[in-house]
C-alpha cells in the first residue's frame, strides 16, 4: 500500500513565523506535488517535483519554497507566514513514467494567525 | 497551460437516481484524465481515470467518458448510494512530459435516501 505521510494534521501558527510542512513518501516516486485546498477553488498546485533537488513553480508559489534533499522527502516552506494562507495542504506523489496515479497525503490545516 | 473546469458545483440526487459531473479541458496535449473523491475529512483518492486513446471505460457504478475533439470528459455514477456522498475533483494532465495534475474546482454531490 503506497503511502504520503505528512508530518502534522493541524499547525497553528502566529504571522511572520516560518513555517515547515513535510511530506515523506515511501514508493520510490520520481513527482511529488503541494496543493492547497480551499472551498469553491479546488486543488490549486504550489510546487512540484520531478526530481531530487529539482523543482517547478505551480499555479500559486507565492509566499512559499520547497526542498527536496532526498527522493522521499519533499518540504514546503512559508518564509513568513501570513493570515492568507491559512488553508489545507495536501502533498502528493506519483510514478514519472508508468501508471501516473498520485497518492495524497493526509492533508495538513494550518492556520495562522 | 492547462485550465480544466468543472460543471456543476454541487449536485444533490435522490439515491438510486444517476449523477453525472461535467469537465473540459483547454490544452490538447493532455492525455490522462483522472476523477478522485474526497470523503469529508479524508485524502483524495481514485476512483476511475481514462487515457486518450479510449473513449469509454466503466467500472461497476460508475463510468467516464471522454471526447477529445470538444476537450471534455464526464464521470457518472449510476444507482447512487448514500456512500457516494464526497467531492469529485476532475483532473487533467500530460504524462509523457512531467506528469503534473491540473484539477477542476470539485463537485460536491449530495446522495438523498
Known amino acids: 500500500d503506497v503511502k504520503v505521510t505528512q508530518s502534522s494534521r493541524y499547525l497553528v501558527k502566529r504571522t511572520g513565523e516560518k513555517v515547515f510542512l513535510e511530506c515523506v513518501q515511501d514508493?520510490?516516486?520520481?513527482?511529488m506535488f503541494w496543493y492547497r485546498q480551499d472551498p469553491g477553488l479546488g486543488l490549486r498546485l504550489i510546487y512540484f517535483s520531478y526530481d531530487v533537488k529539482m523543482k517547478e513553480k505551480g499555479d500559486i508559489p507565492e509566499g512559499y519554497s520547497v526542498s527536496r534533499e532526498k527522493k522521499e522527502r519533499f518540504s514546503l516552506i512559508l518564509e513568513s507566514a501570513s493570515t492568507n494562507q491559512t488553508s489545507m495542504y495536501l502533498c502528493?506523489?506519483?510514478?514519472?513514467?508508468?501508471?501516473?496515479?498520485?497518492?495524497f497525503g493526509q492533508g495538513t490545516r494550518l492556520t495562522v494567525v | 497551460g492547462e485550465n480544466v473546469e468543472q460543471h456543476p458545483s454541487t449536485l444533490s440526487v435522490q439515491e438510486g437516481d444517476s449523477a453525472v459531473i461535467k469537465c473540459t479541458y483547454s490544452d490538447s496535449a493532455s492525455n490522462y484524465f483522472p476523477w478522485y473523491k474526497q470523503e469529508l475529512g479524508k485524502r483524495p483518492q481514485l476512483i476511475i481515470d481514462i487515457r486518450s486513446n479510449v473513449g469509454e471505460k466503466k467500472d461497476q457504478r460508475i463510468a467516464v467518458t471522454l471526447n477529445k475533439t470538444a476537450k471534455h470528459f464526464s464521470l457518472h455514477i449510476t444507482e447512487t448510494q448514500p456512500e457516494d456522498s464526497a467531492v469529485y475533483f476532475c483532473?487533467?494532465?500530460?504524462?509523457?512530459?512531467?506528469?503534473?495534475?491540473?484539477f477542476g474546482t470539485g463537485t460536491s454531490l449530495t446522495v438523498i435516501p
Open positions: 483532473a487533467a494532465s500530460e504524462t509523457n512530459t512531467g506528469n503534473q495534475f491540473y
Open positions: 502528493a506523489s506519483s510514478f514519472a513514467g508508468g501508471i501516473p496515479e498520485a497518492f
Open positions: 514508493m520510490d516516486h520520481e513527482n
